[in-house]
């Protein structure tokens, strides 16, 4: 059995993303086949087998602990603390996204069985041990814990890989609650959107709940935030955007009317649920629009509403 010792810093290893998964970013990641051939045509590593913890206070499992309290520590900002993920798809998406894994932690067989990389550090226990070092009882098998990165920047992120290439882009505001954050960023991915942008009150988007409820997809989601709000969204426009703000009002355009064929470019604007997008942000689009409802239904929930407004305007 081969040990690896429990990532520290961001610094104390090279990402185990290699490459050709890097290029995944912005994908579904799904599966990966990620056993490295040399040039000899020889295996260059082998999975690393899980090591065993038997003690709750094991520091090699220092990430995980107490999760049911959040995710970062007392007295830590948010936005600061390790990605944490839940469940083997999830692990999985992890894996094949730019995130550096720093350790994964499961019950046993089911690390195992992932194949993970030889610089992963893994470990496993029974399900009692696991409970007391989360603080609750996990039905998934397995977690992981990754490093930030910093967003990207916003001119690369609007542009893309390819400037000319036609591009859905989701814009929050003002969202705080994380399942809803999850939920638009499973549906983001599901439905064509290329790229997640946030003002600066939303909630963060790496939160362990955002990640669980969105399936680990909004690990392979590029993210950018916009600081300047909402004047940012000059550069959008600037970067050939069409702006469609969602708003129930009822002097907004239908959703339906908005052809998505005449702009080639698309960023759609959502607000949090009950005060929707402020007066300022509507002012700032290009386009206001509402989702045609039965008489007497005045508006749907931000996550429901952003998936019509996704697959409409793929």
Not at 61 to 66: C, G, I, Q, S, Y
Not at 128 to 136: A, K, R
Not at 192 to 203: K, V
Not at 233 to 247: C, E, K, P, S
Request: hydrophobic letters at 45%.
């Amino acid at each position: 059995m081969r040990g690896v010792p429990a990532r520290g810093a961001a610094g104390d290893r090279e990402p185990h993303a290699t490459a050709a998964v890097r290029t995944l970013w912005g994908e579904d990641g799904g599966t990966q086949v990620r056993t490295a051939i040399s040039r000899a045509g020889m295996i260059a590593a082998v999975p690393t087998l899980p090591e065993v913890i038997t003690d709750p206070a094991d520091e090699r499992v220092a990430d995980f602990r107490n999760l049911v309290a959040g995710d970062r520590r007392p007295g830590t900002e948010r936005g600061t603390g390790p990605v944490i993920v839940e469940g083997v798809p999830a692990v999985e998406r992890l894996l094949a996204s730019p995130y550096p894994v720093r350790t994964v932690f499961g019950i046993p067989g089911r690390v195992a069985d992932l194949g993970l990389p030889d610089d992963v550090a893994a470990y496993e226990a029974d399900r009692w041990v696991l409970s007391e070092v989360i603080g609750f009882r996990l039905t998934r098998g397995v977690l992981a814990s990754a490093d930030r990165i910093p967003p990207l920047d916003l001119g690369e992120l609007i542009t893309g890989p390819d400037p000319a290439a036609p591009r859905r882009l989701a814009v929050l505001e003002g969202l705080n609650d994380h399942e809803n954050i999850g939920s638009i960023a499973r549906s983001a991915v599901a439905l064509g959107i290329d790229g997640l942008l946030l003002d600066p009150a939303c909630a963060d988007p790496l939160y362990r709940r955002c990640v669980r409820v969105s399936m680990g997809h909004v690990l392979t989601l590029p993210i950018a935030v916009l600081g300047n709000w909402p004047g940012d969204l000059d550069q959008l426009h600037a970067a050939g955007y069409r702006t469609v703000a969602l708003t129930p009002a009822a002097d907004a355009v239908d959703l339906t009317d908005v052809d998505p064929r005449s702009h080639r470019r698309t960023a759609v604007l959502l607000g949090a649920e009950g005060p929707g997008l402020t007066v300022a942000a509507q002012q700032a689009v290009q386009v206001r629009a509402r989702i045609p409802m039965r008489t007497g239904v005045d508006s749907l929930g931000v996550a429901a509403a952003a998936a019509i407004a996704f697959a409409s305007l793929r």
